[in-house]
């Protein structure tokens, strides 16, 4: 049996014909002496994906690696200086033209389906935040709790290969809906997102522009059911209320309500896991 280590296994992921053109384009093996672009690309992908912090980091771990190189595709690991060398001397285009050749090749060979909302024609947006720690001794404007820091990264993936299409960092006490309203979606588009980014102005706007939202909604939400779509099949299938509906009491008279035409569809499953 051969031993062929998980990142030997990504590599073949990696399509050489693509990587091999990209190398011709940019000439960048021309007098590499054995240490060619292949083997440039190996140790930056290593560096990532074992977190390295230096280049002595990544040229001992590959040297680690004695015996599996040649399933790697290099024939001996560089070194520490050699690593250095070639960061600064060769061009990083290589590496973006190769991101964006692969990509396009993969999704041509697997596209997205979208199996689970065939029919559901429009752009889907998917909207969450996540908390990142900070050192509070370091990153002092980052103050998060009383002796914690953390940032907080703002993003929006476009469903059709879950791309960012936004991301904003700011400090861990910003909350969601404050930069609900930093990006603008296009006429007709669905936004799903957490009930962190409910903002009932905010909502306003989105269905001004035409567009759709999903989200889950606060307890304390006040609303006045419109229309009942309920049926015997739904309830098999773990809905248990599908409305429309507008908001009442105070979010009304400044959002919503009969007069400002805001009107949402209210709709409750048991597993709460809507597939987007």
């Known amino acids: 049996m051969v031993n062929i280590n998980v990142f030997s296994q990504l590599l073949s992921f990696i399509d050489r014909d693509i990587f091999k053109k990209l190398v011709s384009k ?147 006490k910003v909350h969601e809906s404050k930069k609900a309203n930093s990006f603008s979606f296009p006429k007709g588009s669905v936004v799903v997102m957490d009930r962190g980014y409910v903002d009932y102005g905010w909502m306003n706007i989105l269905d001004s522009s035409r567009s759709f939202f999903v989200t889950r909604s606060k307890v304390n939400m006040k609303y006045s059911v419109v229309k009942n779509y309920q049926s015997d099949p739904m309830l098999e299938s773990g809905i248990i209320k599908d409305q429309v509906i507008t908001l009442s009491g105070e979010s009304a008279k400044r959002y919503g309500g009969k007069n400002s035409g805001l009107y949402m569809f209210w709709t409750a499953q048991r597993a709460m896991n809507m597939n987007f």
């Open 26 to 172: 940019y000439n960048s093996d021309k007098h590499h002496k054995g240490l060619n672009s292949w083997t440039h690309l190996v140790s930056m992908l290593f560096c990532h994906l074992s977190c390295s912090d230096s280049a002595r980091d990544i040229s001992n771990g590959l040297r680690s690696t004695t015996g599996n190189m040649n399933h790697m595709g290099i024939s001996r690991a560089p070194s520490k200086s050699s690593i250095s060398y070639m960061n600064e001397h060769r061009d990083h285009k290589l590496f973006k033209d190769l991101y964006f050749a692969l990509l396009d090749n993969l999704w041509n060979k697997e596209p997205n389906k979208r199996s689970e909302l065939r029919a559901l024609k429009r752009k889907v947006y998917l909207m969450d935040a996540s908390v990142i720690p900070l050192c509070l001794s370091i990153y002092d404007w980052a103050k998060f709790r009383s002796n914690k820091g953390a940032a907080k990264l703002h993003t929006v993936l476009d469903y059709d290969g879950c791309l960012p299409v936004f991301m904003e960092i700011s400090d861990g």
